[in-house]
């Protein structure tokens, strides 16, 4: 990035702020969409306190 060839120095400031953004961006989409994904799963959990007879 630091030799690469730009037509203007707002371009590699482009190409540093993406650089930059997208992990952030990933890490944020993957979080919502892993709790977005625990509120449908179904959980076992067995009430052993009452037995039926």
Do not use: C
């Amino acid at each position: 990035m630091i030799r690469s060839d730009f037509r203007g120095h707002p371009m590699k400031l482009i190409w540093a702020l993406v650089i930059l953004m997208v992990p952030t961006l990933g890490t944020f989409l993957y979080i919502r969409m892993n709790q977005m994904t625990k509120k449908d799963f179904r959980r076992f959990e067995p009430n052993f306190s009452k037995h039926r007879n």
